[in-house]
């Protein structure tokens, strides 16, 4: 048999899958390995989605999309991001994806050559690493510390640019993290890639869920002159209105790109399934109880679960967004969170993600799912093993 590429083969394993389908597996599991969202998908939306089918309109669409929908996904945008120009963010600037996962591929495709240096953060999404490494790009991981609360050093990032660097992704609300950047850290992490001629590729898939603090993102600070804007913005409805099945998201690009973009999307996966773009439209454009409900849903149960990890006094950091708590379980890991997460599992019937699926500094953390149902994420969560009071 002729040999996989070195790319192919060199992968890791995503951590988070590897235990989640190992709960599955398991009798009664408790799984806050992943974040799933579990409401009902809101009637209208399904309708959508089997109207179109009903009525065949099942053949080919646009490659970036129907345009109905990317005018959708650009309303959304602006709403979200505040610009009232309609020219800003216009739909000439949208591509309908299959996801965001997708879309990340898409934008590292356009832009990274195989030996090209990336910025990931660390800890971050294991995804960003395995997408670089597929396309024989190079991953370099930036540091996210406990002690600077999560967030990037601008002096951290520049001690790290080379020559061969060419993207830096920024992840605002972050998974695992629940961190969210201000809007003057957005601000600087822009100008930086403007002073090292850097694309940025901005991971906003939780951006309708932050709590108390507002999701600002680098878009708003990139320049609107073609040749000069560097800003890629990639979207979902998987977390924002549930999704996830569909495989339903945008990516933006700065302007004057629509050519490429073109024949890039018709390389990778010609356009989205139809069904699911109605689906979306009617999300977007539809009743918005299922994003409201899905936001305070959440807060509440960051909070119910945050008084758990305090009662066990199991250091955690609190979620300004997302649904997921981060927490420290480095007094029961034994410095190999990897191998306790599947023995927490075996003992004690409950997933968490480890750690280590996100990178080095996640040694000794968890993330916790926060999009379940409240009486099993405060069971689950009550089975962590406590940690003992200082003195």
Request: net charge negative.
């Amino acid at each position: 048999m002729p040999t996989l590429s070195a790319a192919a083969s060199d992968l890791p394993v995503n951590q988070i899958r590897e235990i989640t389908e190992q709960a599955w597996l398991t009798s009664g599991a408790i799984v806050l390995s992943i974040g799933e969202p579990g409401f009902p998908l809101p009637r209208h939306v399904l309708d959508a989605g089997m109207a179109c089918l009903e009525r065949d309109e099942t053949n080919y669409t646009p490659n970036a999309g129907i345009p109905a929908l990317r005018e959708a996904f650009a309303a959304r945008f602006r709403e979200r991001t505040g610009v009232s120009d309609g020219n800003r963010f216009g739909a000439d600037r949208v591509y309908v994806v299959d996801g965001a996962q997708q879309g990340l591929h898409f934008a590292m495709s356009l832009l990274l050559a195989p030996g090209d240096e990336v910025l990931i953060p660390n800890p971050g999404y294991p995804t960003f690493v395995m997408t670089a490494s597929l396309l024989h790009a190079a991953p370099v991981r930036y540091p996210l510390y406990p002690e600077h609360g999560f967030q990037p050093r601008i002096s951290d990032l520049e001690e790290l640019i080379t020559e061969r660097t060419r993207v830096l992704v920024l992840n605002s609300p972050s998974n695992p993290l629940g961190a969210v950047f201000s809007g003057d850290l957005t601000r600087e992490l822009v100008s930086l890639a403007r002073r090292h001629d850097l694309w940025i590729i901005s991971d906003e898939c939780y951006e309708a869920f932050t709590y108390d603090v507002p999701h600002v993102s680098p878009a708003v600070f990139d320049s609107e002159v073609p040749g000069e804007a560097r800003v890629f913005t990639s979207l979902t409805l998987s977390k924002t209105y549930g999704l996830t099945g569909l495989r339903i998201g945008a990516l933006i690009c700065p302007p004057g790109l629509e050519k490429v973009m073109n024949n890039a999307m018709e390389a990778i996966v010609s356009c989205v399934a139809s069904p699911s773009q109605y689906a979306a439209l009617a999300a977007l454009t539809g009743p918005q109880d299922y994003v409201s409900h899905a936001h305070e849903h959440y807060r509440a149960n960051r909070d119910a679960a945050s008084a758990v990890l305090d009662a066990r006094n199991i250091p955690y950091r609190t979620a300004q967004g997302a649904f997921y708590l981060w927490a420290d379980v480095s007094h029961a890991s034994d410095g190999d969170v990897r191998s306790w997460t599947h023995r927490f599992l075996a003992e004690e019937g409950v997933a968490v993600a480890p750690g280590t699926a996100f990178g080095s500094i996640g040694e000794g953390w968890v993330r916790i799912a926060l999009c379940g149902s409240r009486q099993d994420l405060v069971e689950g969560i009550s089975r962590l093993p406590a940690r003992a009071a200082a003195r």
